[in-house]
């Protein structure tokens, strides 16, 4: 007789019920609040990273076919320096901070607290299945907190790796990892957390808000959106291109949310960026009877010769770019490509692999800005190039799209516009000269702002985002000021409105009772 396969056991509403009770009794016990236990949970999880960094590694080549140097950058050596950064400052963190008081509670001293909020819960994405479900948990365990993660199910080998290390290495009456697709997540929006913090898209962030508005949980969003690249004229382009392209295909094969979704240049640009004499060539070989189509072309040219050097001339077989995660999001892509409005502004790419979900790195000339691919995020490895008579018309394209990017890029040599485009373009995080890189800067604030999210967290950001801020303000006996207490007299009034607002002279007026 065959044996009967061991089903697992379903999630659902009562077992997420059961794993919050047990958290919280943790939680209330005072145990993930100590100095002493929140040092050995992030020693254990750098411990956890070190230890395992092949079946990490092998894990991220299963679900996205990632190249284990960016596996090892972008989220191995991240992850490890978000434990270390923390383990070195978190006693700095926690330390209260001195606040000033003023006249109204003189004599007194203040300070501001910062508390963990509780049982929190992270709901992580699959393009970086990895560092997006660690690196807030850091955070959280960095402020005190009780965990759960919810690794994404579209990274199952992610998933199942996470949670096999989480209940090995840490502490699992505190910090647990919960397995499964919809339902699973659903039956945890159900309970009450004292924080949530998801990654991932538009679509779901609502769903998730909704949940949490049950229970006025606060909530971190990070989300995405097409963040924009901005090429102005005169400037190093060789290494401008190469920055572009290991932010776009160079990062999960544009399969990030801060990739390079588009590029905005300028029409009379394209000239600069190859020889004069190739320029002339194409111009004899071509004769079209508008110059900005010429021009156009040739801006590509830097593009294709970078592009061709990295990934070869056959880049679907090349093992440094990551396949596309599944074969929904390969039709979704291919459905951008296939759209009449864009499908003859294919200048370079293009090709695809549907068995093995690989596409070329793809640039796309001239989009119009109502197609498909130009209204929603691409999330792969396609760039359209919008072309404007000057730059600063590119502010207007970004700004009129009515969302506000999760990045923003541009690259000049010139004071003037980098000042313009700070102060003009809203977005996450902007970066001048390069691409995604402030990613790695622990002291700036990760996060997005209107569609593209809303929180931040890296660094020190990531402990405040798991802590309430808790203001204390202690005073004595001494001083007791009579003027707070019934009955409220004239010269109690003109006292107050002197200590209020006034100079010194009317308040010696005031308590000596002169009109």
Same mark, same amino acid.
């Given at each position: 007789m065959a044996r009967e396969v061991e089903k697992k056991a379903v999630f659902d509403t009562d077992s997420a019920k059961e794993v919050v009770k047990e958290l919280r009794a943790s939680f209330v016990a005072g145990k993930t609040k100590s100095y002493e236990w929140r040092v050995a949970q992030l020693?254990?999880?750098?411990?956890?990273?070190?230890?395992?960094? =092949?079946? $990490?590694?092998?894990?991220?080549?299963?679900? %996205?076919?990632?190249?284990? %140097?960016?596996? !090892?950058? +972008?989220?191995? @050596?991240?992850?490890?320096?978000?434990? *270390?950064? @923390? %383990?070195?400052?978190?006693? *700095?963190?926690?330390?209260?901070?001195?606040?000033?008081?003023?006249?109204?509670?003189?004599?007194?001293? #203040?300070? $501001?607290v910062s508390e963990p909020l509780g049982v929190v819960l992270v709901i992580s994405a699959w393009n970086y299945p990895f560092l997006l479900s660690l690196d807030p948990v850091v955070g959280a365990i960095a402020a005190g907190n009780a965990v759960v993660l919810k690794p994404s199910e579209i990274a199952p080998a992610t998933a199942s790796l996470l949670a096999k290390l989480v209940a090995n290495y840490l502490d699992s009456s505190c910090i647990k990892v919960v397995e499964g697709a919809v339902s699973e997540t659903s039956a945890l929006l159900e309970q009450k957390w004292d924080k949530i913090f998801y990654t991932g898209n538009g679509r779901v962030a609502r769903i998730v808000m909704a949940a949490a508005a049950k229970h006025l949980t606060p909530v971190v969003l990070e989300l995405g959106g097409k963040s924009p690249v901005i090429v102005d004229s005169g400037i190093n382009l060789q290494v401008a291109t190469r920055r572009i392209i290991a932010g776009k295909w160079g990062c999960n094969n544009g399969q990030a949310c801060i990739s390079p979704d588009y590029i905005i240049t300028t029409k009379d640009y394209a000239p600069k960026l190859v020889r004069l004499h190739a320029y002339v060539n194409i111009c004899n070989l071509f004769p079209f009877n508008h110059f900005s189509q010429v021009l156009s072309i040739l801006q590509l040219d830097s593009f294709k010769r970078e592009l061709e050097q990295f990934y070869g001339k056959n880049p679907l077989e090349s093992k440094d770019l990551s396949r596309i995660v599944n074969s929904n999001h390969f039709a979704r892509l291919s459905k951008l490509l296939d759209e009449d409005k864009v499908s003859g502004k294919i200048v370079h790419g293009g090709e695809r692999d549907k068995n093995n979900l690989k596409i070329a790195p793809t640039i796309l000339l001239d989009v119009p800005l109502d197609s498909l691919i130009m209204n929603e995020e691409i999330f792969g490895p396609l760039l359209p190039i919008i072309m404007v008579d000057k730059v600063e018309d590119s502010f207007d394209v970004i700004n009129s799209s009515g969302t506000k990017p999760l990045a923003a890029?541009?690259?000049?040599?010139?004071?003037?516009?980098?000042?313009?485009?700070?102060?003009?373009?809203?977005?996450?995080?902007?970066?001048?000269? &390069?691409?995604?890189?402030?990613? #790695?800067?622990?002291?700036? =604030?990760?996060?997005?702002?209107? &569609?593209?999210?809303?929180?931040?967290?890296?660094?020190?950001? /990531?402990?405040?985002?798991? /802590?309430?801020?808790? #203001?204390?303000?202690? *005073?004595?006996?001494?001083? &007791? #000021?009579?003027?707070? +207490? =019934? =009955? !409220?007299?004239?010269?109690?009034?003109?006292?107050?409105?002197?200590?209020?607002g006034g100079s010194l002279l009317s308040i010696i007026r005031a308590l000596l009772g002169w009109s």
């Open positions: 020693k254990a999880l750098l411990k956890m990273t070190e230890e395992n960094e =092949p079946q $990490i590694a092998a894990a991220l080549r299963d679900d %996205l076919s990632k190249p284990e %140097l960016e596996s !090892y950058i +972008y989220e191995i @050596a991240m992850l490890k320096s978000s434990c *270390r950064l @923390a %383990l070195k400052e978190m006693k *700095r963190w926690i330390m209260p901070e001195r606040a000033k008081t003023s006249l109204t509670t003189f004599p007194s001293s #203040a300070e $501001i890029y541009l690259f000049t040599n010139k004071e003037k516009l980098k000042e313009k485009f700070v102060a003009t373009v809203s977005a996450g995080g902007l970066v001048v000269n &390069d691409t995604t890189v402030h990613l #790695a800067e622990h002291t700036l =604030p990760f996060g997005g702002v209107g &569609d593209s999210g809303m929180g931040a967290y890296h660094g020190k950001f /990531s402990f405040d985002a798991f /802590s309430h801020k808790k #203001a204390v303000l202690y *005073r004595g006996f001494a001083c &007791d #000021a009579f003027v707070r +207490y =019934p =009955p !409220y007299t004239r010269r109690k009034l003109r006292l107050l409105q002197a200590l209020l």
